[in-house]
């Protein structure tokens, strides 16, 4: 192994250790060099040099939560990168990263002192630096991942330069508040920890995850710390035996290789823990062995000598070398059974494929001399083209999609870091990567949306299939199409698997029926409006239509009502909304004194404010029956409003009851103010009945997962009613007692964080 093999595998920590050992700028910035200086082939370092000058002075005066001078976080920010192996521009971005958004310096002033390719890396993590993550926005949610993605396809450098940035914002995240950190380490396991992995750069994603686990599940993190390093010296000494076992066979075969073990990081153990439901016992893959050698020859000559020295486990065989993940990761995995009898992991790869699971398309920026080889430039480039295929594919997806749940929908099930593949050949042998389930349907959109539409059936390894079969690795797919096809049927929808594919049939039946699907989400709103007595003149208008856009993310009014034609919009959801508006725009300013001469004329009684068991609060009358609405359900937290019923008291209503904003002129003057008893008045244990509407894509499990969040919390269900409409969107209607407002928002925002779940609403009617 040569020393620059040796410098890239060698698994140390260097900028952390920088940020631990060196307290001072100036001894973090000489690490910064010597980091440098081990990869870049020129020894002109002078713009590095001078983007520190300038850093320094422009935060000169900064401090960070933890006391520390601020340029320390741009310092090791760089130090990542370097520790990427990045060029030196990226490394004077890292450097200038928060000079734009935190001190008077201008991006024309960075373009003119270190050109426009630095500016404009600045200028784009500062623009993501500017964009808000929030669990519970999915409308924004959305639309911030859109610019991320656009950013990075822009220059994929940007992402990497916030990768560092995050990253190094995780390290230091105990100076924090709680909250803060927890909003911080779901923002890195919903977006940044993903994107590393597509982007495949192991180094950080690994780091990124554990980080988030410590904050996320702080009690897990550190059961998980404390259980591995009671054990740590005896499973050291074991792999250490297996590791020398293994290296002295690999010599007996004239194999040059260097053999490495290692105990697998703290997310991973996590995540099998969840999902094979087991304890740290019962996992038994705790650590891996990995060989790397020379050429892909050495790599399957050193899986002859493994399987000859360990009895392999059947079915525990990967070769990702002839088949690569998506991110271009390429290994042998297999498992055997140790000397003892315990399983474990060898991981066999050459010093290349190493590096490029390590670094992933951080590999491919590393710097050249301008006089280097073209051949090497163009391969470096097309290797980095072919890992943002799935880039492309997501921006293309943004295009088509005008509804931005749907959008966030797919991308979440795209950012899957569980999601497994199963490969595939087309007839002239290309290998087609797919999730794990999918059918020839998936496969025939995959190759194009044209081959998907016209699709009447398909053959697989020569024998004609149902066009359900599901794919099996190492299959054949022909895809037969025909001019005459009528297109897809919407039951497609349920059978196929890629969101590739689920996205191209509705395009096709979107654009297909567009017109047909505007002419009957008219009608449809206006049957709803007929049936609630809503005077649709007066409510269906632009001014009103303008609200549905925004909170449903259309880009204009003939997409709602194509969206309500078929069926993924309720005209119910369409029309409440625009008459919330109106009433809100045609509200008359109603005084207390009015109401309550109408109401207790016939007593001449004055205005006081009595106080029932309930925990209601009615303005001018005295012992008065109070009850709750069975249609609206209110709860303590709600505004709410009474109307005086002849002969039963008062009913509580929500303020916005569908039975109240309908309620006709002449029956508004029974309406009268109520509001809740203030906090330790409401009587302790107190429960009160509420309803609420889930929307989502239907899955086996659904429910399940749903009912299993309402029992966390000793949720006490009441009542539930699920259908399912012909396109596999479920409605679950779900009634339970709470004791307030607040305890519901949290349930819900618990709920919206099932998979497939897209919308909640209260019942209103």
Known sequence: MTEEQAREVKDDDRSVKAMEDFTSPDELYQELVKSVTRYH?????????KAYQVAKKAHEGQARKSGEPYIIHPLCVAIILADLELDKESIAAGLLHDVVEDTPMTSEELAREFGDEVALLVDGVTKLGQLNYSADKVDEQA?????????????????????????????TLKYMKPEKQREKARETMDIYAPIAQRLGISKVKIELDDLALKYLEPEVYYDLVSQISDKKSVREKYVQSI????????????????????????????????????????????????ILVESVKDCYAALGVIHEMYKPIPGRFKDYIAMPKANMYQSLHTTLIGPKGQPFEIQIRTYEMHRTAEYGIAAHWKYK????????????????????????????????????????????????????????????????????????????????????NKMIGARVNGKLVPIDYVIKNGDRVEVITSQNSKGPSRDWLNIVKSTQAKNKINQWFKTEFKEENIVKGKELIAQYCKMKGIPQQQVVRPEYQESVLRKYGFRDWESVLAAVGHGGLKEGQVVNKMVEEYEKARKKAVTDAKIM???????????????????????????????????????????????????????????????????????????????????????????????IKIYGNNRTGLLVDISRTLTERNIDVTSMNVRTSKQGTATITISFDIHSVEELNKIIEKLRQVESVLDIERSAS
Not at 272 to 287: E, G, H
């Open 41 to 49: 082939p020129s020894a002109d370092l002078s713009m590095i040099e």
């Open 143 to 171: 639309e911030n991942l859109r610019k991320m993605f656009l950013a990075m396809a822009k220059d994929i450098r940007v992402i990497l330069i916030k990768l560092a940035d995050r990253l190094h914002n995780m390290r």
């Open 243 to 290: 590791v020398a076992e293994v290296k002295q066979h690999m010599d007996n075969a004239s194999i040059e290789a260097d053999v490495q073990g290692r105990v697998k990081h703290f997310f991973s153990i996590y995540k099998k823990m969840v999902n094979q439901d087991k304890t740290l016992d019962q996992i038994y893959d705790l650590f891996a062995v990995r």
């Open 369 to 452: 001399e301008s006089g280097g080889s073209n051949e090497q430039n163009v391969e470096g480039k097309n290797s980095a083209e072919a890992k943002l295929t799935w880039l492309r594919q997501i921006l293309e997806w943004q295009r088509d999609m005008s509804d931005n749940r749907e959008f966030m929908s797919l991308l979440k099930s795209d950012l899957d870091l569980f999601s497994e593949s199963v490969y595939c050949f087309t007839p002239g042998g290309d290998v087609k990567t797919l999730p794990n389930g999918s059918n020839t349907i998936d496969f025939a959109y995959s190759i194009h949306s044209a081959v998907g």
């Open 597 to 691: 001469e109408s109401v207790g004329e016939s007593k001449e009684q004055k205005i006081r404010i009595t106080k029932s068991k309930s925990g209601i609060v009615v303005k001018g009358i005295d012992d008065v029956a109070v009850r709750f609405s069975k249609c609206c359900n209110p709860v303590p937290g709600d505004e709410i409003v009474g109307f005086v019923t002849r002969g039963r008291g008062v009913t509580i209503h929500r303020t916005d009851c569908v039975n109240m904003l309908h309620l006709a002129e002449s029956e508004r003057e029974r309406l009268i103010d109520a509001e809740w008893q203030s906090g330790a008045q409401i009587p302790a244990g107190e429960k009160y009945t509420t309803e």
